[in-house]
């Protein structure tokens, strides 16, 4: 390094000169880059190349992931919240209905008049369903298809049988005092309003479709009969429609009116075959089978009257197993029976209690009825309680009530999807859907 002076300034220089920069490239050394140039910036190896494709693809499958589980949860949110929804009208019916219910001697000992219950258990084998928690594919299984049918005071019911074809007024009746209520699966007509091919066939293929009614028939005198029930029951249908085998149209839900009081139900059923008119009381056949149909379809411009008549049962959708049971005093010991070794109530029902004959009083008709996968349990209008607590034969001077305390309905509910399941079901529950109970008490005397 030198120094020179000058006599304005002093300046330094150095005598050894800065090495060129070179780049190199495959074939040797190039031109030398000026000073101050930046260096191009280098690309990704191959090596870094999978790597960050492979993060990237595992962290769009993770919000993948996360993004089909949100959607699942909301659509099973909705479906959980539909159901629910949907079971709220029939608790507050069945409560509404199981209050005004009539029970032997209506509660008074010695009297004329009762009611009636009834439970029909039925199971129906090879139905097919969604197969639970899948998008596609079908299994089949057995459902469950009870029936019950009971007689309330007629309390805040009035007829919605058209007052005649072309017009919706409500038929104007008399003073009916009594209805006969019954629960169950409907069956869908055909588009025209005529019976449809029975449940596990047509529209009704499905087991996640079927649908759970009720029916409140009204017994009025005053309303007079055209058409003859099989039971000896005379309804007037008020308005026309298909015609129905038999010419039964209690089934097509033309109406919800008879021309019988309970009393003239009560000499029929003291006079004659207490099962036969019981069952005859029921829905049990293709064509006896009530309908429904859900979705009335326009005819030149409007609805017909008995298209509107046949909406009228309609309850609840996709509903599959409807399980109807009953909590007795089956040993007579003037308590529920409960489960051995255990305080939980025992739940009776089906062919394997009605075999065991459960709650069969002595020497008079069996509340049962057991034909193959068939079992009705009846329960007469006279089996009343003296309040001896000792059993006998009804119509003693020491007898007791073989009327359940309790009824309970639990059923099967479905998304419309059929996706939804309830886990953790044991043996015998499975096949999708949740279970819901609703439980009343029976009117004693």
Same mark, same amino acid.
Do not use: C
């Given at each position: 390094?030198?120094?020179?002076?000058?006599?304005?300034?002093?300046?330094?220089?150095?005598?050894?000169?800065?090495?060129? &920069?070179?780049?190199?490239?495959?074939?040797?050394?190039?031109?030398?880059?000026?000073?101050?140039?930046?260096?191009?910036?280098?690309?990704?190896?191959?090596?870094?190349?999978?790597?960050?494709?492979?993060?990237?693809?595992?962290?769009?499958?993770?919000?993948?992931?996360?993004?089909?589980?949100?959607?699942?949860?909301?659509?099973?949110?909705?479906?959980?919240?539909?159901?629910?929804?949907?079971?709220?009208?029939?608790?507050?019916?069945?409560?509404?209905?199981?209050?005004?219910? &009539?029970?032997?001697?209506?509660?008074?000992?010695?009297?004329?008049?009762?009611?009636?219950?009834? =439970?029909?258990? +039925?199971?129906?084998?090879?139905?097919?369903?969604?197969?639970?928690?899948?998008?596609?594919?079908?299994?089949?299984?057995?459902?469950?298809?009870?029936?019950?049918?009971?007689?309330?005071?007629?309390?805040?019911?009035?007829?919605?049988?058209?007052?005649?074809?072309?017009?919706?007024?409500?038929?104007?009746?008399?003073?009916?005092?009594?209805?006969?209520?019954?629960?169950?699966?409907?069956?869908?007509?055909?588009?025209?309003?005529?019976?449809?091919?029975?449940?596990?066939?047509?529209?009704?293929?499905?087991?996640?479709?079927?649908?759970?009614?009720?029916?409140? !028939?009204?017994?009025?005198?005053?309303?007079?009969? *055209?058409?003859?029930?099989?039971?000896?029951?005379?309804?007037?249908?008020?308005?026309?429609?298909?015609?129905?085998?038999?010419?039964?149209? &209690?089934?097509?839900?033309?109406?919800?009116?008879?021309?019988?009081?309970?009393?003239?139900? =009560?000499?029929?059923?003291?006079?004659?075959?207490?099962?036969?008119?019981?069952?005859?009381?029921?829905?049990?056949?293709?064509?006896?089978? &009530?309908?429904?149909?859900?979705?009335?379809?326009?005819?030149?411009?409007?609805?017909?009257?008995?298209?509107?008549?046949?909406?009228?049962?309609?309850?609840?959708?996709?509903?599959?197993?409807?399980?109807?049971?009953?909590?007795?005093?089956?040993?007579?010991?003037?308590?529920?029976?409960?489960?051995?070794?255990?305080?939980?109530?025992?739940?009776?029902?089906?062919?394997?209690?009605?075999?065991?004959?459960?709650?069969?009083?002595?020497?008079?008709?069996?509340?049962?009825?057991?034909?193959?996968?068939?079992?009705?349990?009846?329960?007469?209008?006279?089996?009343?309680?003296?309040?001896?607590?000792?059993?006998?034969?009804?119509?003693?001077?020491?007898?007791?009530?073989?009327?359940?305390?309790?009824?309970?309905?639990?059923?099967?509910? +479905?998304?419309?999807?059929?996706? !939804? *399941?309830?886990?953790?079901?044991?043996?015998?529950?499975?096949?999708?859907?949740?279970?819901?109970?609703?439980?009343?008490?029976?009117?004693?005397?």
């Amino acid at each position: 390094m030198h120094t020179i002076r000058h006599p304005q300034s002093i300046m330094h220089y150095s005598t050894s000169q800065p090495a060129p &920069l070179w780049t190199v490239g495959p074939l040797g050394p190039l031109a030398p880059r000026p000073l101050g140039a930046s260096v191009p910036p280098r690309g990704f190896t191959l090596t870094e190349m999978i790597v960050a494709v492979a993060v990237s693809a595992l962290m769009l499958g993770l919000v993948s992931q996360i993004f089909l589980s949100t959607q699942q949860a909301v659509r099973r949110g909705i479906g959980i919240s539909d159901s629910v929804a949907g079971t709220r009208p029939v608790a507050q019916q069945l409560a509404l209905d199981a209050k005004h219910m &009539l029970g032997p001697q209506d509660g008074k000992p010695g009297a004329a008049g009762g009611g009636l219950l009834v =439970i029909h258990s +039925h199971t129906i084998n090879n139905v097919s369903v969604p197969r639970p928690g899948a998008i596609t594919g079908e299994i089949t299984r057995s459902i469950r298809d009870d029936q019950l049918l009971f007689i309330r005071r007629a309390a805040g019911i009035a007829p919605i049988t058209p007052e005649a074809a072309g017009n919706l007024v409500p038929y104007a009746a008399g003073d009916p005092q009594h209805a006969r209520v019954w629960y169950g699966h409907l069956v869908r007509t055909t588009a025209a309003g005529a019976a449809g091919p029975g449940l596990g066939k047509g529209d009704d293929v499905l087991g996640t479709d079927w649908m759970l009614g009720r029916q409140a !028939l009204l017994m009025d005198p005053s309303v007079p009969a *055209s058409v003859t029930h099989s039971n000896g029951f005379g309804s007037k249908s008020l308005v026309t429609g298909p015609s129905v085998p038999g010419g039964t149209v &209690l089934g097509l839900g033309y109406t919800d009116l008879v021309n019988r009081s309970l009393d003239d139900l =009560i000499v029929a059923l003291s006079s004659g075959s207490y099962k036969d008119i019981a069952e005859a009381l029921l829905y049990l056949d293709k064509y006896s089978r &009530l309908h429904v149909n859900p979705t009335p379809t326009l005819a030149t411009g409007s609805i017909s009257t008995f298209a509107v008549a046949q909406t009228h049962a309609f309850l609840m959708n996709h509903v599959s197993d409807v399980l109807v049971e009953f909590a007795a005093d089956v040993n007579l010991d003037g308590k529920i029976d409960t489960v051995t070794g255990g305080n939980a109530i025992q739940w009776y029902g089906g062919v394997a209690d009605a075999a065991a004959g459960v709650a069969v009083p002595p020497d008079t008709y069996p509340p049962k009825r057991v034909q193959g996968s068939d079992v009705m349990f009846v329960w007469q209008h006279n089996d009343e309680d003296d309040g001896t607590g000792k059993g006998a034969v009804t119509g003693s001077t020491t007898q007791v009530s073989y009327w359940p305390y309790l009824v309970r309905i639990r059923y099967r509910v +479905h998304d419309k999807a059929g996706l !939804l *399941s309830t886990p953790g079901l044991t043996d015998g529950q499975s096949g999708g859907g949740f279970w819901f109970e609703h439980v009343f008490r029976v009117r004693r005397p």
